[in-house]
Every structure is written in C-alpha cells, then in structure tokens.
C-alpha cells in the first residue's frame, strides 16, 4: 500500500510539473537549460531502461521476483539512475517554466523519490546479496558525490 502510495504521488507532482499552468513554457532566459534539464532526463532514463532490460524494471520500489542486480551502464554511476533521470526531467521543467511555485512541486517529488529509495534499497540488500557492496562503492543519486 505504501509504494503504490508512493508512486501515486511521484506521478501526480511530475503531472503538476508539466501542467500548462500558468506562465508559457520555457520563457525568456530559461529555454535552453530548461530544455538542458528535460533532454538529460529523458537521455539518462532510456539508458536505465535500455540496462535493465525487460522484465527487471519496477515503478514500485519492491525488486521484481527473480530480477537481476544491474551495475553497468549508468548504474556504475549512481544506483538510482531512474530516480535522478526524473529529478533531471523535473528540473527542466521548474526552469523552463520559471514559476516559483514549480520549484516547490520539485522539492516535494525529490522527497518522494528518497523515501522510495530507501525503501528499495532495504529491499534490494535483502534480495542481492552484492548489493551492499555495490552500494559502498557507487553514490546513490549524484556521480562522483559520495
């Protein structure tokens, strides 16, 4: 109940992130790195995708029964590229659309989206027995940054 919960609201935010409320998308000095933000979301979240291959992805935070522990790809940068490819999405589109309140909403679905992960990270330990290590060695959202 608490990850459909979850990923409820995760949907709902990026809705009202993309929602034509308000000002015109992408205004005056926000169009190229709001664009920048929403191309590097897509760019990264298709790469996840392409890694996981079918069948081993999960909008839920719950590990699929018999799913295989991914470290290639983006995954050797951060163990939850699909979270930041959102968080990437979700940026471009606060800055493209350059309202206050837009900033909010992202604050609130980057909330939700550490609360998922670590309730699939308690899950993927108990279901991978590598992944302790992996999650040693490898940031959870942001390259490099430890």
Same mark, same amino acid.
């Not at 015109?24 to 926000?30: D, E, K, R, S």
């Not at 295989?68 to 790809?73: D, E, M, Q």
């Not at 900033?103 to 302790?132: D, Q, S, T």
């Given at each position: 109940?608490?990850?459909?919960?979850? $990923? %409820?609201?995760? @949907?709902?935010? &990026?809705? *009202?992130?993309?929602?034509?409320?308000?000002? +015109?998308? @992408?205004?005056?000095?926000?169009?190229?790195?709001?664009?920048?933000?929403? %191309? %590097?979301?897509?760019?990264?979240?298709?790469?996840?995708?392409?890694?996981?291959?079918?069948?081993?992805?999960?909008?839920?935070?719950?590990?699929? +029964?018999?799913?295989?522990? $991914?470290?290639?790809?983006?995954?050797?940068?951060? #163990?939850? +590229?699909?979270?930041? *490819?959102?968080?990437? @999405? *979700?940026?471009?589109?606060?800055?493209?659309?350059?309202?206050?309140?837009?900033?909010?909403?992202?604050?609130?679905?980057?909330?939700?989206?550490?609360?998922?992960?670590? &309730?699939?990270? #308690?899950?993927?330990?108990?279901?991978?027995?590598?992944? *302790?290590?992996?999650?040693?060695?490898?940031?959870?959202?942001?390259?490099?940054?430890?």
């Amino acid at each position: 109940m608490r990850s459909r919960l979850l $990923v %409820a609201l995760q @949907f709902a935010l &990026i809705a *009202a992130l993309v929602a034509p409320w308000g000002a +015109p998308v @992408f205004g005056a000095g926000t169009a190229i790195p709001g664009a920048a933000g929403i %191309a %590097a979301g897509v760019a990264v979240g298709l790469w996840a995708l392409f890694e996981n291959r079918p069948g081993n992805f999960n909008v839920r935070p719950e590990p699929r +029964p018999g799913g295989r522990l $991914v470290t290639t790809g983006p995954y050797r940068f951060v #163990r939850h +590229p699909m979270y930041a *490819a959102v968080l990437l @999405f *979700a940026v471009g589109c606060a800055i493209g659309y350059g309202e206050p309140w837009r900033l909010a909403v992202l604050v609130a679905l980057a909330a939700v989206l550490h609360v998922k992960a670590g &309730i699939e990270e #308690r899950l993927l330990a108990a279901a991978h027995p590598g992944y *302790a290590d992996y999650a040693r060695r490898t940031p959870r959202l942001i390259p490099f940054l430890r």
